[in-house]
């Protein structure tokens, strides 16, 4: 069993930055593929990056936000620059390992206009 508690989120104006982490539980973290997605209301949850054997971005992010890891520290990181009043979402962390999978209970990211 995997606990991941994400933290984090918050309100930003358009054009700022946050930072996300998920601190992970109950497995060897540097085994797991890690990723974070985000749901809006009304849309489906969607992937904004992963990392494990690679690192992959969805495009709308490509060049705004940076998935990193500290192993040592069990946790991901998602830092978020240039954000957009679309960013907006609850941002979910997710933990891959086989065909074990686990989601944190989401951090709501709004961003203003």
């Known amino acids: 069993q995997v606990h991941l508690v994400e933290s984090g989120g918050g309100l930003v104006q358009a054009g700022g930055s946050l930072g996300l982490s998920c601190v992970a539980s109950?497995?060897?973290?540097?085994?797991?593929?890690m990723g974070w997605y985000r749901q809006a209301p009304g849309k489906q949850r969607e992937l904004v990056a992963v990392i494990g054997g690679r690192t992959i971005y969805a495009d709308s992010v490509k060049g705004r936000f940076t998935i990193s890891r500290d192993n040592a520290k069990n946790t991901v990181y998602l830092q978020m620059n240039s954000l957009k009043p679309e960013d907006t979402a609850v941002y979910y962390c997710?933990?891959?390992?086989?065909?074990?999978?686990?989601w944190g209970q989401g951090t709501q990211v709004t961003v203003s206009s």
């Open positions: 997710k933990s891959t390992l086989g065909s074990k999978v686990y």
């Open positions: 109950g497995s060897i973290f540097g085994l797991n593929t």
